[in-house]
């Protein structure tokens, strides 16, 4: 998954970009209003924001406010120092999704992430599953007929993306998007590269990545 961290305290952006980046997330990182105005206006494409109220030269609920009004439905976690009612119900108003004050724990912070993940791909169970192949997205692992599949980080996160939009074409440069920070170069001989160390560890049953020349990759199940 990919998400975006709004947050004007580097010491606590930089727990979660670490713990998030632990549980095989992407993360990028902005710490005013209007970076993660002009974050949200480009063409990539987050699965979630989270979203500090209190953030320099325009505050959380003016860009959750933005956001909405322009029909985006990307799922928002409010973090703020405030934990009156008032500004509770005004960030839900406003089109959040869920709310955490501070302190928190980041255990609960991570389970609330998969929570509103899941729920903005439509998905209720933490599983995915593809004819014999299934993908705990909790816990990272990944089996086929039962028996766990050895994969690097890397792998999970290109078996995750494939999964979730199994039947679907998905193109290299969505891929890149999905799988890798700001700043971070992965070329598309690189993707290349990581398809096939994946194909040879996944395609021994009734599983296939599919190449479309020129366009990407499909995640099929062979009929039987």
Known sequence: MRILIAEDDHVLADGLMRSLRAAGAAVDHVSTGSEAEAALLTSQEFDLLILDLG??????????????????????????????????????DYGADDYMAKPFSLQELEARVRALVRRGMGAASTVIRHGPLSYDQTGRVATIDGKMIDLSARELGLLEVLLQRSGRLVSKDQLVERLCEWGEEVSNNA?????????????????RIATVRGLGYCLEKIPG
């Open 191 to 207: 993707i290349e590269v990581y398809i096939h160390r994946l194909r040879k560890k996944i395609e021994k049953g009734p599983i």
């Open 55 to 92: 953030l320099p030269r325009l505050h959380g609920l003016d860009v959750l406010k933005n956001l909405r009004a322009r029909g985006s439905n990307l799922p928002v976690l409010i973090l703020t120092a405030a934990d009156s009612v008032e500004e509770r119900v005004k960030g839900l």
